[in-house]
């Protein structure tokens, strides 16, 4: 299995709302991603997880919140977001780069999130 | 910070033509990756290139890590309508977290049949 799963495909939330995005790889990879990406922009990184522990957080707003249950899966919580949060969230994932692995990250199909 | 540079921003180019685009950098790379992305969808790893001078080919792409590892090349041979996308070069600066990956601002390719 060589995918990067991502789940919902497409998400409308309010304000108010709490929603999480979900992330899922069957390739045995220990580092895994949160990108953002703005319509006519590059993926620019939010969160890096490796080996189940948050090593790298791009000074995020807290209003997102990532979680790493298992080595398999990644969650992104999302709590009072503003409309600008609306963007293409994408997930990717590597071997663990520096430590005999590589960092060829290989990416989700994203969600597209729209905040009203 | 770190940043990369892309040339040209887009191209519109004839089917069959061979097509040249690179990635500069401020900054010394270890890797670089290229990756193409469509409307709508994450991007797929083309090439990845870990060597200063190491060329590499992937059916009809071929990539080159610059000798001063602060640049690198894309050609895309005999173009076709499917390579029609946003060509994004990426890597993680020398002096960063191996896991903190940046990538240019893209090259945006047209295809005209």
């Known amino acids: 299995d060589t995918e990067v799963t991502q789940t919902p495909k497409h998400l409308v939330m309010g304000m108010t709302n709490k929603k999480s995005l979900k992330c899922e790889q069957h390739m045995g990879h220990r580092a895994m991603y949160w990108y953002k990406q703005k319509a006519k922009k590059p993926p620019e990184l939010m969160f890096v997880y490796s080996y189940e522990k948050l090593s790298i957080n791009e000074s995020v707003p807290s209003r997102f919140s990532p979680e790493c249950p298992n080595s398999s899966l990644l969650n992104l919580h999302l709590h009072a977001l503003q409309p600008e949060d609306s963007a293409l969230y994408l997930c990717?994932?590597?071997?663990?780069?520096?430590?005999?692995?590589?960092?060829?990250?290989?990416f989700g199909p994203g969600t597209r999130l729209t905040v009203l | 910070g770190q940043q990369l540079n892309q040339s040209p921003q887009s191209m519109f180019i004839q089917e069959g033509e061979d097509v040249s685009m690179n990635c500069t950098s401020s900054s010394i790379f270890n890797t670089w990756l290229w990756y193409k992305q469509d409307p709508g969808e994450g991007p797929v790893l083309l090439i990845a290139?870990?060597?200063?001078?190491e060329l590499t080919s992937n059916g009809r792409l071929t990539a080159q890590f610059g000798i001063t590892r602060k640049d690198s090349f894309l050609n895309i041979s005999a173009s076709i309508p499917s390579d029609v996308g946003i060509y994004f070069c990426?890597?993680?600066?020398?002096?960063?977290?191996?896991?903190?990956?940046?990538f240019g601002p893209g090259t945006s390719l047209s295809v005209i049949p």
């Open positions: 990426a890597g993680p600066p020398y002096e960063t977290s191996y896991d903190k990956v940046i």
């Open positions: 290139l870990y060597k200063a001078g």
């Open positions: 990717a994932s590597s071997q663990r780069g520096g430590q005999g692995g590589t960092n060829e990250q290989f």
